[in-house]
DNA sequence: AATGAATGAGCGTTCATTCAT
DNA sequence: CATGAATGAACGCTCATTCAT
């Protein structure tokens, strides 16, 4: 399997880096090798095309985003605590990783439509996970039986991801982590007393 | 006044077709040329560059927006009620004009990061606005007092931003001025009964 | 249209010396632009891509071989001396030529399968104004009326074209024109007494 | 002696199968290894580099029509006799070995000039028979005593070759065998009555 | 003001060959 | 002898921008 190979994950992480510091659209392949200590032909054993780093890039680490999330999701809590961790896990990772947070919430957008579908379908495992925390909330009585799973699921996922955009987009000034609890408080109560 | 000049709306409204309807990447200077009935060239006489006729096209187009969201915040209504006109405002605009709607929701974010904060720029009349919702709902004590207003509009904007999106890729396939209620609904009184 | 512009004559011209001089498969689009004093640019202004220039140099120099056999073919003399002529002009242009005769005898010919099929297609033409001859004689009594014209058009150009790639193979050593007679004699008699 | 050793015939018909099959720029040498059931890396002991395999395939296969027209020359036959058992030869071993045909006749041209050069080189052996057979004729008066010997031998193997090549790209669709009588007397009487 | 022909920098990918095992 | 992972040089084509007319 190549993806248990060293040089695998050694070409995502250069990826990250290079995308990060240089912009997606001045993340030459050549750069990518050079930056993993690969020849440039090395690149295409483990991968079919550029694009396919780039998905990869994606698939490696929005796996660490749903891997975290499962055992929330089964935990004995309630599906508000459970929110909490979800956006907690959320913060955190991209808090520690300041190289990904740039190249997901900033670069990897600049890319073209059709690599974003493919983003996007990556991102559903993560999302139905989310469904499922909103689904129980609604089942047990803590959350609004009458609401439309769907749109709560992008109210959260939209304030997250902007939250996080801006973050990134301040030079992450301020502490991510921290806006857990205020973020959470929001989407559980909205604006209004 | 270059902007008062008809070419130059002309070729922004040519490039709002040319993008939405080749996608970013695949629109050349010449195939907006082409479309506004202008040679190659002439488009230097109205913009700088590429990226100005870009901006131009945000630009113009926000200003509908916030044009829109003006007279709104003078009105003598309570802040909750603001903030649906404000939302209807935003999704009626994009559901009338299905072109613009793709055009912002997702070929604009394939350009570079430095369009992108300039893209940005412009958007922070429309925010200012909706902060100013937000504070008087606030002082008013129609909203939550102790609540962050920046994480609040980032939830708002979020929101209403990851909403459009979705229906945008799901081909408009639904009437995204429907959900205007409901997604005012989940704003004010968040996810909890 | 393109085909009158100098500068398409230029490029043909231009691709025509390089290639002759560098080998087919050593002739860059950068090379062959230097040549015609253009930007690499400009080739594609002209041409669709690289294999069209090579075509078309082939299509613009066939049509001379063809365009000087015609009025000979309705001349009023007989098909061997119509034959004889055919041979003459063919050694002769090459002759005058060294470059083209270069470039069609070796270096073309290294092209791929799909290039060489295309042009064949163009030498079709003039082959079928050699079968034209040969059917005049046959029909008017000077050729064997029992022979196949297919295989005897074969012969004929497969000996046209074998003694004149020798020739470039031998670095135009001697004189191909000077040829004309034998091969005219042999492809009429025969090695036969 | 390397050239006795199994693998070597087994990689040059491995490379016949490969280039008739995929055509001359496509024939890797991975793939030639992959159909010779042999590593990349072992074609290298066994050939000096790609350019020494076609060389060779050349060569091997080449030694087979001279090989079977060396004990024709000796016969004691007219010249006129062992020209139409060379022909019948030449066109039995192409019409016998389909993917031998296409590798001679079309994909091997493609090489380039060097390689070209080492086959013509290779093809002299068999040229240096067909020469003395024309002498032969000459000498006991069967053959024109005034022509040039050179020139009848371009114009035997060219009509040959013109006439296989012809063939090989009509998709071998009628018997070239059938062919060697026609193309005999064509080349013994000429066109002429 | 308007034109559009000309420019030229920039990059993903292939594949013959090597060499450590 | 045999392997196959790793190497890295090489090139056709696009398109934003200019400028002579």
């Known amino acids: 399997m190549k993806k248990d190979k060293p040089k695998y994950k050694q070409i995502i992480d250069a990826a990250i880096v290079v995308i990060a510091e240089n912009g997606y659209h001045q993340s030459q392949v050549s750069k990518i090798a050079k930056q993993a200590g690969v020849a440039d032909g090395t690149i295409y054993l483990y991968f079919k095309n550029k694009e396919d780093i780039l998905i990869s890039v994606f698939e490696e680490k929005m796996e660490m985003f749903a891997d975290n999330l499962k055992p929330i999701v089964l935990e004995n809590i309630s599906a508000s605590e459970k ?92 502490d991510l982590v921290d806006l857990t609890s205020k973020v959470h408080r929001l989407l559980l109560n909205g604006v209004k007393v």
């Open 83 to 174: 929110l909490f961790k979800m956006i907690k896990n959320h913060f955190t990772v991209l808090a520690d990783n300041h190289h990904l947070a740039t190249v997901t919430q900033l670069e990897l957008r600049q890319s073209n439509l059709a690599l974003r579908l493919k983003i996007n379908a990556i991102l559903k495992n993560y999302l139905i996970l989310l469904d499922s925390i909103i689904k129980e909330g609604i089942e047990n009585g803590e959350f609004e039986k009458t609401m439309d799973i769907r749109l709560a699921r992008q109210m959260v996922f939209g304030t997250i991801d902007e939250t996080t955009t801006t973050w990134v987009m301040n030079e992450h000034k301020y």
